[in-house]
C-alpha cells in the first residue's frame, strides 16, 4: 500500500496509464495544462493559509513587541525577544519544564507497560488472556473526560496505600500509563510475528526476558514507532488531568499555564511566546515520526 | 534487526529455569495465580509452573494502572451518581434523583442541544473538508507531499495552542486578524466569540480546522485503494471529471467515511478543552457543552453527585455509538 503523505518518491505511472488517471479529480501537469496547474496551485495556496497561516500569525506573533492585540501580523513589525523574557518572568520555563517531565515520563510508562502487557496477550497462551484483553481494550470507549471527577477523588486518596497524588507530577503521569490504544496497536502488530523465532531462541536456551528482549521486541519497531507517536501527542494535547490534579496554579503544564498569561497590557506576545513553546515539542515529535503517525492513523481506518 | 544472542547481560538464572520448562500446551495446566503468587503448592496434583505465571508478571502493571486508574473511578463515578456527596457529613443515597436533577436542568438540556449541534456539525464539517483537501492535495509530487504535511500541522499542535491563538484571531472589533481578513473580502466585521449568535459557530469552525485535515489522511490512504484501472476504464467510457467522482471515487470510499463519521461524532460528544479555552461555555452560557457542564458543577460547584449522574450518561451515549458502529461493521461483513 502506498502510504500517501509519507512517500514524497514519484510514483511511475503504469505504461498506458495516462497522467490524468492518477488522481481522483484527474489533475494534469506539464506545459500543455498551465491553466489546471495554476488552478492548483491557487487553491493549494488557499489551504496553506487557512491552516498553517495562524501557526505562522503566532510564530511571528512571539516575536514581536506589539501591545495591540488587532495588529496580528504575518511578520513581526519590531523583532523581538521581549515576550519571552516576560514569560520568563511569569515562569514559562518552571510551566514548559513540568509538562517536559510529565510527557517523558508517561511515554515512557505507557510505552513500556503497553508492550509488557502485549507480549503476554499476543504471545501467550494462558487462563484469563480473554478476560484481560477485553478488559484493557474496552477502556478505549471509555472518554477520559467521563472519569474526570471519580478520577480526582481516587488520586486524592489512593486505594490500599492512601496517598495522595494531588498536586504532584505523578499524580498526573501515573494515570497515562493507562492507554488501551497502545496496547491494541502492540497487541495486533505482534501477533503477526512467525512462532518459529521464539521456538528457535527457546531451543537455544534464551529465558523468557531474553526472548522478548532480544528476539520480539527488536521486531515491533514499527508498532514502537506508532504507539510513541500516538502517545506523545494524546499526552502533551492533556488539559483537564492536569486542571485536577494541580493544586494550585504552579502545579500547572504549560497546556494550562497558556491561559494565565492572556494579558492585556503586554499585549498578545506575551501568550503566544507560551504557545509556541508548547508548540515545539509536537513539531519535533511530528517530523521526527511523520512516517509512523500516518502509518497508524491509516492501517485502523483501511481495516474496518 | 535482531540481535545476536550471545551478547546479554540477562542472569543465566533466568534463562536456565525457563529453558528447562515443559513447552506449553502439553496438557491443561491450573488457572494463573495473581502475579507474585509462586510458591509452589502441590494440591490435588495442581502444580503453578513458571510458564503459568510469566504472562501474569508482563501484565501486571498494565493491569495495575488500568484497576486503579480506570475501572475504580468509573465504578466510583457510577456508584456517586445515586449519592448526595457530602464532605465530612458522608453521602447520602438519593436514588435517582441526581439523574431527575441532570434532566430537569435547563442549562444541561441547553448544553445537551449545543453538545449535539457541536459534534453533529464538526462532524459533517470535518468530514467535507477532508475530503476535499484529500482531492486537492493527492498526487505523488514532492510539492504536494509538502502541502499535506503542512496543512497537517493543527492536528499535532495541542488543542490549548490551537484555542489560544484562535481567541486572538477572532477578536471581534473590525480591526481583529480574521475580520480585517474577511474585510478585504466585504465580509463582516463579525463577532466571534463575543456574541452570543455565533459563539457556537466560531468553536465549531475551530473544531473543523482541526478535524479536517485528520480526516484528510484517511481520505487519501482511500483514494490510494481506489483502483486506477477503473478512473481509465471511465476515461476511455467518455465520462467527465464529475462522473467519475460520483460512480467511482465516492463508492470507494464510503467505509471510509462510516468510520470517520462514528469516530469524529464520539470525539465531539467529548469535546472539553476547545470550549473551555475558547469561551469557557460563555458568554452567557452560549456555548456551554456537556463536558463543561460536568467541569463547572465537578470542581467549581462541589455537586459531585450530579456531575457524576451527567458523566455516566455520556458513558452511556459514548458506549451505544460505539456498539452501533460495531454491529454495523460486523453486519456490512456477514453481506459484503
New interface residues.
Partial sequence: ?????S?????RP?VG??Q????????R?GRSHLLSMAL?AL??LL??A???G??I??FS?AFDNNPD????SVIPNSPTLENFKVAGERDVWHYLANSLIVAGGALLLQV???V??A???AR??????AI?SL??LT?M???E??????????LGD??VVHLSLKGTLLGMI??L??WGFS?FVMTEFMKELPTE?EEA??I???????I????VL??C?PALGVITVFGF?MI??Q??LPL?VANDPSDYTL??A??TM?SDTIG?GL??A??LL??IP??I??LLL?RS??RG??AG??K? | ???P?GH?G?STA??????TEPR??GRR?A??PPAGVVKRRPRGGRRFT???W???L??A???L??V???????A??VE?SFYDVRPFLGNLWVGLANYRSVFGDPQFQAALGHTVVLAVGGTIGSVIVGFF?A????????SL?F????????V??????VG??????Y?P?S???LN?VLGFLGIGPLHYLDHTSSALWSVMAVAI?TG???NM??V???????D?GL??AA?LDGAN?WQ??RHI?LPALR??VT??LTLAA?RG??T??EV??LTGGGPAGSTDVW?TR??QL??TRNE?GV??AA??L??LV??CL?VAMQWY?RRKEARP
Fill in positions: 500500500m502506498t502510504l500517501s503523505l512517500s514524497p518518491r514519484r510514483r503504469g496509464v495516462s490524468s488517471v492518477e488522481t481522483a479529480l484527474g489533475w501537469t492548483r487553491l493549494c489551504a496553506l487557512v491552516f498553517a495562524p501557526l500569525v503566532l506573533g492585540p488587532t495588529k496580528l513500556s507497560v503497553s509488557f502487557a507480549y503476554a496477550l501467550k497462551r494462558f487462563r484469563g488472556r484481560l478488559l484493557f477502556t470507549m471509555l472518554p473526560e467521563v472519569i474526570a471527577i471519580p478520577l480526582s477523588l481516587v489512593l486505594p501515573l494515570p500509563g493507562a496496547i523465532l531462541a527457546k537455544d536456551g534464551a529465558g523468557e526476558w531474553r522478548f528482549a532480544q528476539v527488536p521486531l519497531r501527542i502533551w494535547d488539559y483537564l485536577i497546556s494550562v497558556l491561559s492572556r498578545p501568550v503566544l507560551g504557545s508548547a508548540l509536537s513539531l515529535v511530528y511523520q503517525l500516518i492513523m491509516t481506518a483501511l474496518g | 534487526m535482531t540481535q544472542l546479554s540477562i533466568v534463562s536456565t529455569t525457563a529453558a506449553p500446551g495446566r488457572a494463573a513458571a510458564s503459568s510469566v504472562p501474569w508482563f501484565v502493571p498494565a493491569l494502572l488500568f486503579v486508574f480506570k475501572y475504580l473511578p468509573m466510583k463515578g456517586l483537501l482531492l486537492l492535495l493527492e498526487g505523488p509530487a514532492r507531499w502541502m499535506r504535511s503542512a496543512v497537517f500541522l493543527p499535532v499542535t495541542a488543542t490549548a495552542v489560544e491563538i484562535w481567541r486572538l484571531l477578536y472589533t480591526a481583529g486578524f480585517t480546522w479536517g485535515p485528520y489522511v484517511i487519501l490512504a482511500g483514494l490510494t485503494q481506489v486506477r478512473y481509465e476515461a471529471t467519475r467522482l471515487t467505509p471510509v468510520i470517520l464520539i460528544f467529548r472539553f478543552t473551555y479555552v463536558m460536568i467541569y465537578g470542581f459531585i456531575a457524576s458523566a455516566t455520556l458513558f459514548t458506549v460505539t461493521q
